[in-house]
């Protein structure tokens, strides 16, 4: 059984950064890819960020296009975002899950196992 845990989130000021980490345990097999995803208070859930464990290929959506970094380590187990620049608006909780591919505007396909997600407050 695979199971997902994220971590490093928290209270950061506008135009702050954070690193959120996702660790995979259990297992997994083949090329998989891992995303993560975000819903605030009254919203529905979107995509923000994806990457091919694999071949390390990363995409994002628009509205985090050159301000984030997502990276893997294949040795660790584990998928880092790292948001730089971050607004009011990137409040909420995180997610990452694992699934099949990512399409090209940062969303995971095939989603199949979750964490629990990590909230992250951007205030001053």
């Known amino acids: 059984q695979v199971q997902l845990a994220e971590s490093g989130g928290g209270l950061v000021q506008p135009g702050g950064s954070l690193n959120l980490s996702c660790v995979v345990s259990?297992?997994?097999?083949?090329?998989?890819?891992i995303g993560w995803f975000r819903q605030a208070p009254g919203k529905g859930r979107e995509g923000v960020s994806c990457?091919?464990?694999?071949?390390?290929?990363?995409y994002y959506a628009e509205f985090v296009q050159g301000r984030s970094t997502i990276s893997r380590d294949k040795d660790k187990n584990t998928v880092t975002l790292r948001m730089n620049s971050l607004k009011p608006e990137d409040t909420a909780v995180y997610y990452c899950?694992?699934?099949?591919?990512?399409?090209?505007?940062?969303?995971?396909?095939?989603?199949?196992?979750w964490g629990r997600g990590t909230q992250v407050t951007v205030s001053s």
């Open positions: 899950a694992t699934g099949q591919l990512c399409s090209g505007r940062g969303e995971l396909l095939g989603s199949n196992s």
């Open positions: 259990g297992f997994t097999s083949g090329d998989y890819a």
């Open positions: 990457i091919s464990v694999g071949r390390g290929w990363a």
